[in-house]
């Protein structure tokens, strides 16, 4: 009995360590940063960004609507930049339960209630560092760094883009109200010069990490601890049509092509840098053409990438679908098809978003024929993200390639049905138990058992 309760016991600790490991393993981190933007009175930001519950908004999303509603914007930026802030600041010092007297941010909440603001509260931590570069490349103009006391002696052009950049140092508790009280007193400094302004409250990196799985596994092994790399923001692609309006979006981290299996060549930087040339792109009601000409890609004088898109009417979901019917490629007077009408489509009012567009691994885009040049050719595309009918100048809801039961979910869902079907087995084998219910009386007359020899 002494070794049964051993073995139990052991086995229990064990059980008890092989849920706290797990629990550890999948308790990693993932970082956003809150941004508030909101104007001066008398204007408002047209059509604001609205994230459904749990979104992270990219840096793509952001520079996309800040390039559409620049227009209708006042031209002075006002960029209020945190070392660190996360939105529980707001929750606990905020006075959101109702105590507003004892809220950090009195001169934040006015200004938000004088205006139309628009609040993401999950802006990834790449896009937030960026943030700066940001509205410099949205309003064509370098930043100024200033300090509140400086703000006075400027003169300011209401019709001259200006970014004036303010950086607030990381406090906590109710320090925040000398945050609360920089920020309004520029503001206050603004509205008695009558200026207006368009005005955008984030932090560098978060204060507050919250939990995450996505990377459970990748943090299980050695990891070396070093600074993140800077990041590298493109704003989309974006083709007009002949009314000047945009019809066609693209944005993707990597544009990658290989021939004849040698080393890949990354277009991404030669297209999202204002040097690709869009000559022969087309859009209207029911096709769409994006072509992107380049010179001397892998030792070819002339390249050309060109994506087909049509909309399509199902009678089966009774909508119209965007798809991809093909990726050509025309290198010095010669073709490359490859078919993508199988992998890429999503509802016409939708974009589409895919991690990884590739004509290897998983393929997406597959050659036209076996004989077709398409064989010799290996395409990549990461992070890939098109629209090309029903564009408003930012994308649209993104219909993702990637099914909802990933291999992760399959994995869970499987070990989840074997673990119920080992306890109701179990419990029928309990329940199947039974004691015996005849014994021998000892006061009656014995059992004799006849022998024979």
């Known amino acids: 009995m002494a070794e049964v309760s051993i073995r139990t016991g052991v086995t229990s600790a064990m059980a008890k360590f092989g849920v706290l490991f797990v629990f550890y ?46 227009t209708a914007l006042p031209r002075i930026g006002l960029l209020f930049l945190q070392e660190e802030l996360s939105m529980d600041d707001f929750t606990a010092h905020g006075g959101v339960y109702g105590y507003k007297e004892d809220s950090a941010f009195v001169n934040l909440e006015s200004a938000l209630q004088a205006s139309t603001p628009m609040v993401l509260p999950a802006l990834a931590w790449t896009a937030a560092e960026s943030v ?4 410099q490349q949205v309003l064509e103009v370098p930043a100024l760094t200033i300090t509140p006391s400086e703000l006075s002696q400027l003169q300011l052009n209401p019709t001259q883009p200006s970014l004036l950049v303010i950086r607030l140092p990381y406090t906590a508790g109710s320090e925040f109200l000398s945050v609360d009280e920089t920020i ?13 302004y368009t005005a955008v409250y984030t932090g560098l990196r978060p204060s507050h990490v919250t939990q995450d799985t996505s990377t459970a596994w990748e943090l299980a092994g050695r990891s070396l601890l070093q600074a993140p790399s800077e990041p590298v923001v493109k704003a989309p692609l974006m083709f ?31 297209t ?6 869009l000559d022969g792109s087309f859009c209207n009601q029911t096709l769409s053409r994006l072509v992107l000409n380049y010179q001397n890609v892998l ?14 009417f199902f009678p089966v979901s009774a909508r119209n679908w965007f798809v991809m019917e093909r990726v050509q490629l025309n290198y010095d007077n010669q073709m490359a098809i490859f078919n993508a009408s199988h992998g890429i489509y999503s509802p016409a009012e939708y974009s589409f978003h895919c991690q990884k567009v590739s004509s290897a691994q998983s393929p997406l885009l597959t050659p036209r024929t076996a004989t077709d040049d398409a064989t010799r050719w290996t395409v990549l595309f990461t992070d890939f993200q098109i629209q090309g009918f029903n564009v408003t100048g930012r994308f649209s ?33 309990i329940m199947q138990l039974h004691t015996m219910d005849r014994f021998d009386d000892p006061k009656g007359p014995s059992i004799s058992v006849p022998q024979n020899e």
């Open 397 to 429: 809801y993104a219909s993702d390639c990637a099914g909802f039961f990933t291999p992760g979910i399959w994995m869970g869902l499987l070990v989840s049905l074997l673990m119920v079907f080992i306890l109701t087995y179990g419990l029928h084998m």
């Open 299 to 312: 030792n070819f004088k002339s390249f050309q990438l060109t994506l087909f898109m049509r909309k399509i």
């Open 240 to 270: 007009n049509n002949t009314e000047g309006k945009p019809c066609i979006l693209l944005w993707a981290d990597q544009l990658n092509v290989s021939y004849d299996r040698g080393p890949f060549f990354d277009l991404s930087a030669l």
């Open 184 to 196: 309004g007193y520029v503001l206050t400094t603004l509205q008695a010069q009558n200026v207006p």
């Open 132 to 135: 700066e570069k940001i509205f």
């Open 25 to 70: 393993l999948f308790c990693t981190c993932s970082a956003q940063v809150p941004l508030i933007m909101w104007t001066s009175s008398g204007y408002s930001l047209p059509t604001p960004l609205e994230p459904t519950a749990g979104e992270i908004v990219s840096g793509a999303e952001l520079v996309s609507y800040l390039k559409s509603a620049s």
């Open 272 to 277: 999202f840098n204002g040097s690709v040339s």
